[in-house]
């Protein structure tokens, strides 16, 4: 893993940061057990962005690690996976936000969720709400049963110090959180380090 000083974004916060063609971004869980919502869009036309379908379509299977490519929606490679301690992520579901937390959870006070927080986080560069996608759900536990198709959210595989590297395969505009939802985070709130280099 590369040795650059770390980032951190605080627990259900997120980020958004520029990544060159090239450079490469270590999503780590110094905690464990820690999900972070990951997107990625093409910097010179934002309206290009990480597709779950096409991805997991090319790819043939729904739990992606090293070697894979994450493609976007006109079927370019945005990033690849060059490293993973883990094994195990989730690209099926969607950023939690508001109305997950009330849908779901049924709170009547909802935390604004990674939707919000991505779309606070990438406003700045023009990417407006109705541009988020499905992310790249580094480190979340979504088994499938084979048989009725039913999914669940388990507790992430990963532990302390884990981490997933991207390379980037263009320059990007990219967002990222530290997961707001507690099915998704076996029941806590912890910090997300991420690493650029290169």
């Known amino acids: 893993m590369c040795s650059e000083p770390h980032r951190t974004i605080a627990p259900r916060s997120g980020a958004a940061f520029t990544l060159d063609r090239g450079q490469r971004l270590t999503v780590i869980d110094p905690m464990g057990e820690q999900v972070a919502d990951l997107l990625a869009f093409n910097r010179h036309d934002t309206a290009e962005v990480i597709s779950s379908g096409r991805t997991l379509d090319y790819a043939s299977r729904i739990y992606l690690t090293t070697g894979d490519p994450l493609y976007s929606n006109r079927s370019n490679v945005l990033l690849r996976i060059v490293e993973d301690t883990v094994g195990r992520h989730d690209f099926l579901l969607t950023p939690c936000s508001a109305e997950t937390f009330r849908i779901i959870y049924g709170d ?20 407006l709400p109705d541009a988020i996608p499905v992310a790249f759900n580094c480190f979340m536990n979504v088994p499938v049963d084979a048989a009725t198709g039913a999914l669940t959210v388990a507790a992430p595989l990963s532990r302390a110090g884990d981490h997933v590297t991207f390379e980037a395969a263009t320059d990007l505009v990219v967002g990222l959180t530290a997961c707001s939802a507690l099915q998704s985070n076996n029941g806590s709130f912890k910090p997300i380090h991420y690493v650029i280099s290169g």
């Open 108 to 127: 009547t006070d909802p935390h604004r969720g990674c939707f919000g927080n991505l779309a606070a986080a990438l406003a700045p560069y023009g990417i």
